[in-house]
């Protein structure tokens, strides 16, 4: 058994009954089981806030695939957080586009305002601060995503006031 599968293992976790009706609602969905494994990461993450290791085997009990499928499917996901986060996901595209209209003084506006650098969590637990390579809003740069809100293009200046509508 390798470090990693050990870890999976002595996790103790429960599938919200409610979770697990959805993962299987959503594993209907799909001819293939392993293809409903992002959105049961999806529905994991909704609850939790991000997957925690032993949710991996039980999402892979649920849809009756391999543990290391979903593992897979977990760790390629930039956007399936496996270590817990802020209440509020600030995702920051640092794509070509958005390099071009002034990324770099929002990313150095943000790690000042919030007092962290990019991956980390303030104090508070109230934000987390990640890269993403696209947004997919390339006219609106720079743009950032907070929770379910996109939000572009956004000047330093803006920050404080944009940062207080989440507490």
Known sequence: MTQNTATIASDAF??????????????AHYP???AASIEALKIVQKRHGYVPD????????TL????ADVEGVATFYSLIFRQPVGRHVILICDSSSCFL????????????HLGIQMGQTTADGR??????????????????LIGEDL?????????????????
């Open 127 to 144: 934000f987390t601060l990640l890269p993403v390579c696209c947004l997919g809003a390339c006219d609106r740069g720079p743009t950032l």
């Open 54 to 61: 032993g949710a991996i085997p039980a999402i892979a009990a």
């Open 64 to 67: 009756g695939i391999k543990v």
């Open 32 to 34: 293939y089981p392993q």
């Open 14 to 27: 429960v599938l919200d009954p409610a979770d697990r009706a959805a993962i299987l609602e959503e594993r």
């Open 151 to 167: 939000h572009g293009p956004v000047t330093p200046e803006a920050l404080p006031a944009l940062l207080e509508a989440y507490a």
């Open 101 to 112: 209209t002034d990324y770099e003084q929002l990313r150095d506006a943000l790690i000042d």
